[in-house]
């Protein structure tokens, strides 16, 4: 059973950027997307964008496009998203997610000054 | 973006009740709707995936169907360990899209 494995917290100032990785275990990528959501803290589910691991291709929610950047290692079967110019607003857990594998455990990203 | 309706938004019953969460879609959205479930503090669990096809593991209490634009949820026997927020999502376009979840409680 593949399982989806997220890098740890992250503390960042505003303005910076975050990277978090999302490592599938026990697996492949496959040409499922793999996507990335984020919940703000007591909020719902939002996601942000996705990319097809096998074809490199990536796709973004309008609100994210031009901050954030989703790539993937089919080598290391690690997919990452940044997102740049961190504000307060984005503290939030960020989940990847797939089909194929459920969800990752969250990472939790804390933009404070 | 496809709109994703979700009703009720909470939801209060007793143990072996059923319980029926509905989601209707702004479009016709086929059977790509998933329904996730997510513990207080935890990470979201897929559930149901194509609308009515139960994840292996998951308990049989628990059932979807439904395609086009309306798809019901349900819990037949409500359980303690039930207690979570249900989401579902429609991937038939881009962007993926939530509904607003709903809150299920025991009384």
């Known amino acids: 059973q593949m399982q989806l494995v997220q890098s740890g917290a992250e503390v960042k100032k505003p303005g910076s950027s975050v990277k978090v990785s999302c490592k599938a275990s026990g697996g492949t990528f496959s040409e499922y997307t793999l996507s990335w959501v984020r919940q703000a803290p007591g909020q719902g589910l939002e996601w942000m964008g996705g990319?097809?691991?096998?074809?490199?291709?990536?796709y973004y929610a309008q609100k994210f496009q031009g901050r954030v950047t989703i790539t993937a290692d089919t080598s290391s079967n690690t997919a990452f998203m940044e997102l740049s110019s961190l504000r307060s607003e984005d503290t939030a857990v960020y989940y990847c997610?797939?089909?194929?594998?459920?969800w990752g455990q969250g990472t939790l990203v804390t933009v404070s000054s | 973006d496809i709109q994703m309706t979700q009703s009720p938004s909470s939801l209060s019953a007793s143990v072996g009740d059923r319980v029926t969460i509905a989601c209707q879609a702004s479009q016709n959205i086929s059977n790509h709707l998933i329904w996730h479930q997510q513990k207080p503090g935890k990470a979201p669990e897929l559930l149901i995936y194509?609308?009515?096809n139960l994840e292996t593991g998951v308990p049989s209490r628990f059932g979807g169907r439904g395609s086009g634009t309306y798809f019901i949820f349900t819990i037949s026997s409500l359980q303690p360990e039930d207690i979570a927020t249900y989401y579902c999502q429609q991937y038939d376009d881009l962007p993926e899209t939530f509904g607003q979840g709903t809150k299920v409680e025991i009384k």
């Open positions: 194509d609308a009515s």
């Open positions: 990319i097809i691991p096998i074809f490199r291709r990536s």
């Open positions: 997610t797939s089909l194929m594998a459920g």
